[in-house]
């Protein structure tokens, strides 16, 4: 608004001004080194040369006021010179004629101020070429023309000497001369909105521009929808470059991770296996991957990992970015999950899973017809295809996605493997390697008091390296002839060790053992952070501490492996990452789990219980060594025994092992599943269309090496007799169907050898269900594959089931276990009457479940039956996943229908296995139950309240919760609670949608 209250008008132009086509050049710029290259197929470049030739390159708008001249910089569309310049200087050469002449006539009307002589020089051939805006202006010039030409007809020129005058005529000249360009320019803005008719050379000619710069920009756009290039980190927006600065301190990427995005197999989106070292940094590739499939290509992504703790992980990391960037992020693993997943409209979804959930959402979508969705699937840890059923269990869905979708790319990351080549043409896919580390890995084996360096090359694959450097006693010596001490001191606790044990109570003895011969001084290092965690550890006993990690934490030692509860586990690898923690006795599973990384890896054994150890294993274990960021030089010493030294150059210095398929794994057991599914989901239906499938299966690839005795299609011929029999499918002639036992089989993901046992049970259930117990729900839902890891102890027993009510011992009775088959038992007597043991083991865990329901305090169930607080964390934890399981089965049919609501409630009961106002707390990724009691009892009583705090006073109000877990707490509530949200709006939307199918009253 200017000084007057008068708005000032602002137009904006853009100059479409003609240039010459020498000096065309298209304004599809390539982008910097560091940013991603352009997406475009060998088609659409094609295109981008086309339109480079045709288009001129777009200038930048200007703004002007309503005073300044909007045809100063006009150009002609149709030839190189400007009009008004040509105007311009015809005026000027009058003019100059008209100073040279000695006489001057009276001045005509401004409208006739084009005189004969300058429509001459302006020539005929401009002005037939112009386009219709101006063509309307040259009729009036004509015509103007004549009209001068009829009134000075009867007119005489005489001289002119008065100077006065003189300057009168100039400056009307001025006026007059200005008028032209003044005319010109209303005509052309006239009849812009109306041309006149123009002669057929000019309009084709300006028909052909038009239509040229139509197509043209009709393909720009095309190229633009079709374009995931949405800025410059790697095709994505500069705001996740700032996310990934701000939520994980990564200012750049190694050179690997920028070369292995721009591979043109993935600009093309084609298939990808990627093999690098243990901590390279492989995770990060594929988030930004996955990050440019949800926001550039808005599809949505799958992300396989193997294991609970991992999906958790990864759930929380990527929680922050889902609402930043406006994405969902869906937790499929242990109960959570929904099948088929909520289709939304305006949001696209990650969802992050475990292998065998995985596999069921693959099958819902492909059963709702929505796989083509799902744009991207990440496996982490591709190598686990050799791993026995879970192996099998990958593969299915890995080519039930390859062969009902083309539009979906898989991309697979895994450890060096001898026989990637396999993989490859499994997953028509391109391999990408690269033995990169952020630090450098030292391997060494220790024989005697001897360190040895690893050195392939050298002949005896073992260099000498140095002598231990370490007094024993000859009592220490006794205690620890394999030199542990020495080692773990020569690092802690300035910098950080992990001892990999070979058995868990070897973990615990090991700790022990170094924490009595350790100096005060390890007391002293970060006292007060080791007191807090050892408050931590009480809270999550609800009192009780384990007396090994009481012992040890104080040193700044504990234990890790699976008798820890998952909240012990969690606070002491926090813990160890923090350095409070500087050394952890753990066992192999650690190296497969959460990242852990140490500056020393020392292998206490070569062996994982009895069994000698991978080549596979021992890679991810020594990988650990070497701190990104932190150390120069990761290390890694293997003890061995003189026994061992020969098998241990074979370790360390062979190749590495090759992958197999695991389909036909405990007598082809994968491959019965596969089939049944295909089947029930009508992706085939005769053993041809079969036959055609399993072509595309990793097993077709090794087919040579892992049928031997039989062909596949003999195999398959079997495996199609094995589930008539079992009555799961049927036969139609040559088209095969699924029974409604099959389908509810395979939509609950239930173990084929089990799927007709528990039809019995739920069967038998239903003629006398105790209702007004947990009792039957739960001895339903034990897992059967557990039985056979835990003998009962009979006195336990027989004092447990005389606390049953008679309603809960006449249920036992009924299934197989009666009191006196138990007493006896107790009391070591003979039982002659035949019983199975299977179904009486189920009964001891039911037991077991059954306790810890009622009173939910882990440790008391623990010592009450004498079983490690892992083991009943693991029986809770796969009680919960049956529980899904039976739930799901139950849903395929009709006759177990009173089983849905019930099952449905305990499926929830056994997930947290905590008071109720806790459950909606603990569904929040990372909270586990004693934070969850501190924020109910701070007043964060629900998911809302939870989403809605704000993490600072989080902090301020919640003992020992650090800034990056009230962040992580927080996003993860509002990513829960907006999925809870949208899944509600959809059922809304989907209410309210008019039927497409909606009947209409007949027309007479």
């Known amino acids: 608004m200017n000084d007057t209250g008068k708005q000032e ?76 310049a040509k105007l311009d200087d015809v005026e000027h050469n009058e003019r100059q004629r008209d100073v040279q002449s000695d006489f001057t006539a009276p001045r005509p009307s401004c409208a006739d101020v084009l005189t004969d002589s300058i429509l001459d020089d302006l020539g005929d051939d401009l002005l037939e070429d112009l386009p219709p805006s101006l063509h309307q202006f040259q009729e009036q010039v004509h015509e103007g023309a004549k009209r001068s030409r009829l009134q000075r007809a009867d007119k005489t020129s005489t001289p002119l000497r008065n100077t006065e005058l003189q300057r009168n005529t100039e400056g009307n000249e001025s ?17 812009a909105a109306s041309p006149a008719a123009v002669s057929r050379s000019a309009a084709l000619k300006e028909a052909v521009v038009s239509e040229e ?32 600065s701000k939520l994980r301190g990564i200012q750049s990427l190694y050179d690997w991770q920028e070369t292995c995005l721009n591979l043109d197999c993935v600009q093309r989106r084609k298939n990808l296996i990627y093999s690098l070292p243990t901590s390279g940094g492989k995770t990060l590739v594929a988030e930004i991957l996955v990050l440019r499939e949800l926001l550039c290509r808005k599809k949505d992504c799958l992300f396989i990992l193997p294991y609970i703790s991992l999906v958790q992980e990864k759930v929380r990391g990527l929680a922050s970015f889902g609402l930043e960037l406006d994405f969902m992020v869906e937790e499929y693993a242990g109960t959570k999950g929904r099948f088929p997943p909520v289709k939304r409209r305006n949001k696209r979804s990650l969802y992050i899973a475990t292998i065998e959930k995985a596999h069921s959402l693959v099958n819902s979508l492909i059963e709702t017809g929505r796989i083509d969705d799902l744009g991207l699937v990440v496996v982490d840890e ?79 694959c073992f260099r000498f390296s140095r002598l231990l450097n370490f007094k024993y006693s000859s009592s220490l010596q006794k205690l620890d002839p394999d030199h542990i001490i020495a080692l773990v001191t020569e690092v802690i606790p300035t910098h950080s060790c992990l001892l990999f044990c070979p058995t868990k109570k070897n973990c615990e003895n090991v700790a022990a053992m170094i924490c009595r011969h350790l100096k005060q001084d390890f007391l002293q290092h970060r006292e007060a952070e080791k007191a807090v965690l050892l408050r931590e550890l009480k809270d999550s006993g609800s009192g009780s501490v384990c007396p090994v990690l009481r012992r040890t934490v104080p040193y700044g030692l504990a234990y890790h492996h699976s008798g820890l509860t998952s909240e012990e586990r969690k606070l002491v690898e926090e813990a160890y990452s923090n350095g409070v923690l500087c050394l952890l006795t753990c066992t192999s599973t650690l190296a ?38 932190i150390d120069t030089v990761g290390e890694s010493i293997l003890i061995l025994q003189d026994k061992d030294r020969l098998t241990a150059k074979t370790l360390v210095c062979a190749p590495m092992e090759n992958c197999f398929s695991n389909l036909m794994h405990d007598d082809g057991k994968g491959l019965r599943s596969l089939i049944l599914s295909l089947v029930g989901l009508n992706i085939t239906t005769s053993l041809d269309q079969l036959r055609d499938f399993l072509c ?3 097993l077709y690839v090794q087919r040579r090496q892992l049928c031997v005795e039989k062909s596949l299609t003999e195999e398959l011929r079997q495996c199609v007799h094995f589930l008539k029999d079992k009555l799961l499918i049927t036969a139609d002639g040559q088209t095969l169907h699924v029974t409604k036992l099959g389908k509810a089989t395979y939509k609950g993901s239930v173990d084929l050898t089990y799927s007709n046992v528990l039809y019995k049970d739920l069967s038998k259930g239903l003629e006398g269900l105790l209702l007004n117990s947990y009792l039957h729900l739960v001895y339903l839902v034990t897992p059967y594959d557990m039985g056979s890891q835990c003998k009962p102890d009979w006195m336990l027993f027989f004092r447990q089931f005389t606390l049953l009510s008679a ?40 037991l077991v479940l059954f306790s810890l329901l009622k009173e939910t305090n882990l440790w008391n169930v623990s010592d009450r039956f004498q079983l490690s607080r892992g083991f009943i964390q693991s029986l809770l934890s796969s009680s919960s996943a049956f529980c899904c399981c039976v739930l799901h089965f139950t849903e395929e049919l009709e006759e177990f229908w009173p089983f849905r609501a019930l099952l449905t409630e305990l ?33 964060y009583k629900s998911l809302t309240h939870l989403a809605n705090a704000d993490p600072a006073a989080l902090c301020r109000t919640i003992e020992n919760l650090q800034q990056k877990q009230a962040n992580q707490i927080v996003a993860s509530a509002k990513m829960l609670l907006n999925e809870k949200a949208a899944a509600l709006q959809e059922e809304v939307d989907e209410l309210l949608t008019l039927p497409a199918d909606l009947p209409t009253a007949r027309t007479l």
């Open 807 to 846: 309603a809960e011992q006449k249920m036992s009775a009924a299934i197989g276990v009666s009191e006196s088959f138990v007493a006896r038992k107790a009391a070591g007597q003979t039982v002659r009457k035949s019983v199975n043991m299977e179904v009486v083991s189920r009964m001891y865990l039911a």
């Open 175 to 191: 006026k007059v001369r200005r008028s032209v360009a003044d005319q010109l320019k209303r005509t052309m803005l006239c009849n």
């Open 9 to 84: 008008i602002k137009i904006k132009r853009v100059s479409s001004r003609k240039r010459s086509r020498d000096s065309l050049h298209t304004h599809l710029r390539k982008r910097s080194r560091d940013s991603l290259h352009t997406h475009l197929t060998p088609a659409r470049r094609h295109l981008q040369q086309c339109l480079s030739s045709t288009m001129a390159e777009i200038q930048a708008v200007e703004y002007c006021s309503d005073s300044e001249d909007l045809f100063g910089d006009y150009d002609s569309l149709l030839e190189d010179s400007s009009l008004l």
């Open 696 to 698: 595309g299966t990793l």
């Open 382 to 460: 591709l190598h686990m295809l050799g791993d026995g059923s879970r192996g099998a269990v990958i593969e299915m869905t890995l080519a039930k996605v390859l062969y009902m979708t083309k539009a979906t790319q898989i991309i697979g990351m895994s450890a060096t493997l001898g026989n990637i080549r396999d993989l490859q043409t499994f997953l028509k896919a391109e391999n990408y390697t690269n033995d990169f580390r952020p630090v450098q890995l030292r391997e060494y084996v220790k024989l005697q008091d001897t360190i040895y360096e690893v050195d392939p090359k050298d002949e005896e």
């Open 592 to 629: 497969a789990g959460i990242n852990l990384p140490a500056r020393r890896v020392i292998l206490r054994s070569p062996y994982v219980a009895t069994d000698f150890l991978k080549r596979s294993q021992y890679k991810q274990m020594v990988g650990r060594a070497g701190r990104a960021g």
């Open 907 to 939: 499926t929830r009961r056994l997930s947290y296995c905590v008071t109720s106002e806790l459950i909606p707390l603990m569904e929040v990724a990372g909270v586990m139950e004693s934070r969850a009691k501190q924020l109910f009892h701070a007043g």
């Open 213 to 244: 710069v139509s197509v043209a920009m009709r393909a720009m756009e095309a190229v633009c929808a079709e374009s995931t290039d949405l800025g410059p980190f790697f095709g994505l927006p500069s705001k996740v470059k700032e996310l990934m």
